[in-house]
């Protein structure tokens, strides 16, 4: 399978990558922090202990982490988990949980002589790109003063609209922001398989990934979490995103006591993801990655292989259909004929100006409209190509 690389190879590109990182972003999730009774402290204080020895060797490092809500179910002996609750009841026990969590992180960091600090985010922080930024700056800082930031989703006011989705996508987010070498994700299974091991005695550990494709995505059936919401298939969307920026990856067993210790020693174990071999910029990847769409484009073949083949910029001749309303300067995304994704993009014009121009050449924008601001419905400058395995939130316009 060309996805993977030798045990040799794998071996150099681990040791080399980790021994290269200076800021890593290490992503926990509930199915290691949590037990049927709540938060797993012996857990927390092993995290601050290998997070607080990282520190200490000179690497910056963020940890997000999740269990609000099972700190909150804790506190308030609702120890079961119930199919049924509802959006206000999970907020409420988030506002419960979130103190208990940093907290527990506070009191296992100072063991270690280890300052940290919280910042909590809704989706909103990060598509507004002025408070993205300062999101960035916010963190930055906080390395100039050798703490430890701390992060989790803001689920005491999160809605579906402002949600991240899981921990995961919010981790390589973060990873993507602040230019990090590497992210670490924590589960509760050993890795990737090529298949599912309880079932399948020739399934095999898959310990290097060279470049995410169809057959890596299918693997990610193969390895689901009980708890959480991300599960395996949102861990490699978030290596991927993580690549297309130029860094790395990891999935691994994060209940192990010396996980991070081992993997920044080189052991082989969990499975590692090498940087992606084309790279965007930090404005494509905030355009492509964090902005949500407000419409969609429908292209033609021609305009398809414009962008896609010749990288050009998206005209108005080649739109076949306009879906949603929006203004200038909106997130798009751009769908072929088949529907499937080719690109995300800022329009140049709203969806209205759109729905009169389209099919047309741009020397008719005038005329058609009595103005033209730009011969381009998408400038290449503000369009991200992406695929269809990239479309995982098509939200309907």
């Not at 490092?61 to 809500?69: E, F, K, P, R």
């Not at 400058?381 to 992406?386: A, E, G, I, S, W």
Request: proline residues 3%; contains cysteine; neutral net charge.
């Amino acid at each position: 399978m060309t996805f993977q690389v030798s045990r040799e190879d794998g071996l150099f590109y681990r040791q080399t990558l980790f021994d290269q990182a200076r800021r890593v972003v290490v992503k926990v999730g509930s199915a290691v922090l949590t037990t049927g009774d709540g938060l797993n402290l012996e857990i927390i204080d092993s995290l601050a202990r290998q997070i607080s020895f990282l520190c200490s060797t000179g690497r910056e490092v963020i940890l997000v982490t999740s269990g609000a809500v099972a700190a909150g179910r804790q506190r308030l002996g609702m120890v079961k988990k119930e199919a049924g609750d509802t959006l206000k009841v999970k907020q409420a026990l988030a506002a419960m949980g979130q103190g208990l969590l940093m907290q527990a992180y506070e009191q296992a960091f100072l063991r270690y002589h280890q300052q940290v600090a919280q910042l909590l985010l809704t989706h909103a922080d990060l598509s507004d790109r002025g408070r993205y930024l300062n999101v960035r700056n916010t963190i930055l800082t906080l390395f100039d003063f050798g703490v430890v930031p701390i992060i989790n989703e803001n689920d005491t006011v999160s809605v579906e609209e402002l949600r991240f989705g899981d921990n995961d996508t919010l981790a390589a987010l973060i990873t993507n922001m602040i230019g990090a070498d590497m992210l670490i994700l924590l589960t509760d299974v050993d890795g990737l398989y090529t298949a599912n091991p309880l079932h399948d005695p020739s399934a095999r550990p898959v310990y290097t990934v060279a470049e995410i494709d169809a057959a890596v995505e299918a693997m990610a059936g193969h390895s689901n979490s009980a708890l959480g919401t991300g599960g395996m298939r949102s861990k490699i969307r978030a290596a991927r995103m993580v690549a297309s920026c130029g860094g790395s990856s990891f999935i691994g067993p994060g209940r192990h006591p010396e996980l991070l210790k081992e993997l920044f020693s080189g052991d082989l174990v969990g499975t590692f993801f090498l940087p992606g071999r084309r790279r965007i910029s930090g404005r494509k990847h905030w355009i492509a990655y964090v902005l949500r769409p407000k419409g969609f484009l429908i292209l033609d073949q021609g305009a398809r292989q414009a962008l896609v083949e010749d990288g050009r910029s998206l005209l108005p001749s080649g739109i076949r259909e306009v879906r949603g309303r929006f203004g200038v300067g909106a997130p798009v995304h751009c769908l072929d004929e088949r529907e499937e994704l080719v690109a995300a993009g800022l329009t140049n014009y709203a969806s209205a100006d759109i729905e009169k121009i389209k099919g047309h050449n741009s020397r008719e924008i005038r005329d058609i409209l009595g103005f033209k601001d730009s011969d381009e419905v998408i400038h290449r400058d503000n369009l991200v190509l992406l695929g269809p395995e990239d479309g995982t939130r098509r939200e309907t316009a």
